[in-house]
Nanobody, 124 residues
C-alpha cells in the first residue's frame, strides 16, 4: 500500500489542523494505521494508532485529549485531528501501516509501509 499525507502547515499555538493519510494500491481497512512524528534532533515517536477491527484507538500521553484519530474506509483514508496545538507539537508527521489489523503496544517502528511525511509547525 502507498500512503500519502496531507493537511500540514503553519498554525498558531492553540490552533487546529487535520492531517489526512490517503492510501492507494490496497485496502486500508485491512491494517492498523499509525501516526508518528519526528522533531529536529529527536527520535521518531508514536502519536496515535487506529486498529482495523472495531476501530480501537490509542494515543501517546503527550497528545491524549487533544488529538483524535479516525478512519473512513470508503475513502481509504485515515485522519488525525489535532486541536489545542502547542509549539512542542512541531514535527514532521508520518502515517504508517502495520502488518496486521491490530495496534501493537509501544508504537513499534517495524511497520510495513510509510508515507513520505508532512511538516507541521506550531508557532506565533
Amino acid at each position: 500500500v502507498q500512503l500519502v499525507e496531507s493537511g500540514g502547515g503553519l498554525v498558531q499555538p492553540g490552533g487546529s489542523l487535520r492531517l489526512s493519510c490517503a492510501a492507494s494500491g490496497d485496502t486500508l481497512d485491512l491494517y492498523a494505521i499509525n501516526w508518528f512524528r519526528q522533531a529536529p534532533g529527536k527520535e521518531r515517536e508514536g502519536v496515535s494508532c487506529i486498529a482495523s477491527l472495531h476501530g480501537t484507538t490509542h494515543y501517546a500521553e503527550s497528545v491524549q485529549g487533544r488529538f483524535t484519530i479516525s478512519r473512513d474506509n470508503a475513502k481509504n483514508t485515515v485522519y488525525l485531528q489535532m486541536n489545542s496545538l502547542k509549539p512542542e507539537d512541531t514535527a514532521v508527521y508520518f502515517c504508517a501501516a502495520d502488518w496486521g489489523p491490530v495496534c501493537r503496544a509501544g508504537f513499534p517502528l517495524d511497520l510495513w509501509s510509510w508515507g513520505q511525511g508532512i511538516q507541521v509547525t506550531v508557532s506565533s
